[in-house]
């Protein structure tokens, strides 16, 4: 059999279905709400990921480094090219603490906590856009985050 025969073949095995894979549902739905969120953080001059650490830091100023990476699951790796931005957008300060200078501490300037402001209708604006009920979308959010502390504790 030819490899175009082969393609054209439907998959006997629904376990290999695309449509069937719970992680390209994840995938794509994370697509489509960064998608969304794209034009309404331009309004703020923020990214997403960017956006994700002011939410943090709009509920609890003044963390770590290492606390603001374990909130968002995110390595210094990744994280701190974001903080460096955030900071020459005058929107965090960086700490160094003075006990400990390898410790890091993040707080919002005067700006990062006006920003807030600004933010406060992007959920209302996603949910509409979501076109579900907000104890919908509550539900579904624990559901989610029950199946990410699964896959982080479950090893193959």
Not at 24 to 52: D, R, V, W
Not at 93 to 98: N, P, T
């Amino acid at each position: 059999m030819n490899t175009v025969t082969q393609a054209n073949q439907p998959n006997s095995n629904p376990a290999l279905l695309l449509d069937n894979q719970l992680c390209f549902a994840l995938y794509s739905t994370s697509l489509a709400m960064t998608k969304l969120y794209k034009p309404l953080l331009e309004t703020l001059g923020l990214t997403y990921p960017q956006y994700l650490v002011m939410l943090v830091l709009w509920e609890r100023d003044g963390l770590m480094v290492s606390e603001l990476g374990e909130r968002l699951f995110l390595d210094s790796g990744t994280l701190t090219p974001l903080l460096k931005r955030l900071e020459s957008a005058s929107l965090i300060a960086r700490i160094r603490d003075v006990q400990d200078e390898r410790r890091v501490h993040i707080t919002l300037t005067t700006a990062g906590r006006d920003l807030k402001t600004q933010a406060a209708e992007i959920p209302n604006c996603i949910l509409k856009s979501s076109q579900c009920s907000l104890p919908d979308i509550m539900g579904l959010t624990q559901q989610v985050q029950a199946l990410r502390k699964n896959l982080n504790t479950t090893e193959i």
